[in-house]
């Protein structure tokens, strides 16, 4: 554990470790997550696994800092310039917290990429009632990683930023690594599939379209959404510590005869099972601790042809959102 002195050198350490074959997480709120945008688009491109939790609170700028939200979502989908695209994991209880915290770093390592967790005050900073914990029953996953006999196996075809297997996701090497063609310049800058500098045009827009496929990739890989099911026609997707007020929600429609389905998303990107909500239930209703319903902008830019389903039920007061609110607005 390192104390930084500052938001940009506590990424900047986690990324240096990440590359030199470490698993290394810092955490922040969003005002220090924008901070390390620059750094995070660094780690994309040149494809580092890091872990970064973001424990939402309200802003813009200092905000209130003692207050629950869920406000940084389109910021983190969107964050650093150019075309990134991020991983982020959204926990809803205290079990899932410490589960993700785990899941994480397998998923960063596997897919080469930051992974942004998307937790809130709420859990981040208030105490919870939560079951034993359960540890990994599995080792863990390391991803492409190449030691110096895999490396000679596949010496004829390896490139560090080369995708041998269709998925996008490139083989890389670590820092002690001891075969005499291990070692690679870990690019930011533009590059082709043996990490050579490069400003070709066919050679960036090759590495630019693997990056996203890699993206697709991702949406096979995540924790999956938990389906609430009444066989409505109405549905409501909702995430992280709103989870509560949803399900107490659900029950008081129901008590009212309007039965509705649950959809609690996990992660983004989005799997297959939210594109299948989607296209299942006439209305879904988007509830979030935010301003502008960012989460229902983001699920309308990942599926533009369904948007028209979506509807915005966004609350930003600093307050948990409330199973009373939530089932007025969607009676009116």
């Not at 390390?36 to 700028?61: C, D, H, K, T």
């Not at 410490?98 to 005050?121: C, H, N, Y």
Request: include cysteine; aromatic fraction near 10%.
């Amino acid at each position: 554990v390192i104390q930084a002195e500052d938001e940009l050198s506590a990424i900047g350490m986690a990324i240096g470790a990440g590359f030199a074959g470490l698993r290394a997480m810092t955490a922040t709120s969003g005002p220090g997550l924008s901070l390390m945008s620059e750094y995070l688009g660094l780690a994309f491109y040149s494809e580092v696994p890091v872990v970064v939790w973001n424990i939402q609170r309200v802003g813009p700028s200092t905000g209130l800092p003692t207050r629950t939200a869920q406000g940084d979502m389109t910021m983190s989908y969107f964050l650093s310039h150019g075309d990134t695209q991020y991983v982020m994991l959204i926990p809803g209880t205290v079990q899932e917290c410490f589960e993700f915290g785990w899941k994480s770093f397998d998923i960063a390592e596997r897919l080469q990429t930051p992974v942004l967790v998307m937790s809130d005050l709420d859990l981040g900073m208030n105490q919870w009632m939560t079951k034993k914990f359960e540890y990994p029953d599995k080792p863990m996953d390391r991803g492409k990683i190449l030691w110096e006999d895999d490396l000679e196996k596949i010496i004829d075809q390896w490139g560090r930023y080369k995708d041998l297997d269709g998925d996008g996701i490139p083989y890389r090497t670590v820092p002690g690594n001891q075969h005499p063609k291990a070692a690679y310049f870990a690019r930011g800058t533009g590059h082709d599939d043996y990490a050579q500098y490069s400003e070709e045009p066919d050679v960036w827009e090759k590495g630019m379209e693997r990056l996203k496929l890699k993206f697709e990739t991702a949406r096979t890989m995540l924790p999956e959404p938990i389906l609430s099911s009444n066989n409505s026609k109405i549905g409501i997707i909702s995430y992280g510590s709103a989870d509560p007020a949803v399900v107490e929600t659900t029950h008081i429609l129901a008590k009212k005869g309007l039965p509705v389905d649950y959809l609690r998303v996990r992660a983004i990107p989005f799997n297959k099972q939210v594109r299948e909500f989607l296209e299942t239930h006439d209305r879904i209703y988007i509830a979030e601790m935010n301003r502008d319903g960012q989460m229902a902008q983001i699920l309308g830019i990942d599926n533009p042809d369904l948007a028209f389903k979506i509807i915005p039920l966004a609350k930003m007061d600093g307050l948990p959102l409330s199973a009373r609110w939530i089932s007025a607005q969607i009676s009116k």
